[in-house]
């Protein structure tokens, strides 16, 4: 067995008892947080509408979601390397996205915020695209978040050698974080420069997926999340942040921000 083989076969087998600690602590009702987005977004379709997936990467919510809609477009800056029918798939960044003003009724982005360069260029270029009364929502990791910390201050090899073991996922599917638009500050912000009205900024956690290698860690990051979750000042601390704003309609006028 290569060196490879065996760190693989070390992180499976210990994510595994993790998962064991995870079932005790959180149980059957536990809400992932890609169902909350899931459901958000689900909320805001209809059988007439034209969705825009930002930055879809393999398009696994491009492809939960385009039965419920007219159309599904799904763009990633990369390579989209896995075909779905009923997709149109456009390779495209988000900061000059290849379509007319006003042509989508929903632009959704899961964990795609957090890699921008340059967010209030992308937020206005999504927002763009938007037709009036249209929705955007995004998911993306909290700034303040253990995980988010250490990814910002450890060198991406390194990040992306980890992530690759912890979570079993491929290397290239790995990108450098930003966080310029991980506060409730940079995100009111961003939206405030491309007119988008703030309808919702949620922070809230997750079970401790990046501490899976260490079961004594996992636990930790339990009590972590169980006093970051009680205290809503510590909101800003916790995994993960959900946006959901609104271009303006006609009688609509942005408001200033949403805490």
């Excluded at 419920?68 to 798939?89: H, N, Q, Y």
């Excluded at 978040?145 to 050698?161: G, M």
């Amino acid at each position: 067995m290569s060196m490879t083989s065996a760190i693989r076969a070390h992180f499976s087998k210990v994510r595994e008892r993790s998962w064991e600690i995870c079932r005790r602590y959180y149980g059957d009702g536990y809400l992932h947080h890609n169902e909350r987005y899931r459901q958000e977004v689900l909320s805001c379709l209809t059988p007439n509408s034209i969705l825009l997936d930002a930055g879809a990467g393999e398009m696994q919510f491009t492809a939960e979601f385009a039965p419920k809609v007219r159309l599904a477009i799904a763009t990633d800056m990369g390579e989209l390397k896995r075909p779905f029918a009923g997709i149109m798939a456009v390779r495209s960044n988000l900061e000059n996205l290849p379509f007319k003003d006003g042509t989508v009724d929903a632009v959704i982005s899961m964990s795609v915020v957090e890699h921008l360069d340059d967010p209030d260029s992308s937020f206005r270029e999504m927002a763009r695209v938007l037709k009036p009364g249209g929705r955007f929502i995004a998911q993306t990791p909290s700034k303040f978040d253990y995980v988010s910390l250490a990814a910002h201050y450890t060198p991406f090899r390194f990040h992306r050698w980890l992530l690759s073991r912890l979570l079993d996922r491929r290397e290239e599917d790995i990108f450098p974080t930003r966080f310029k638009a991980n506060t409730v500050k940079s995100i009111n912000a961003c939206l405030a420069a491309s007119a988008l009205i703030p309808r919702k900024i949620t922070f809230f956690n997750q079970y401790p997926a990046y501490l899976m290698f260490s079961p004594l860690l996992f636990r930790v990051g339990v009590l972590y999340e169980r006093l970051t979750s009680k205290y809503e000042r510590l909101a800003q601390l916790r995994g993960w942040v959900l946006i959901v704003a609104e271009k303006p309609s006609g009688e609509d006028m942005p408001s200033k921000s949403v805490a």
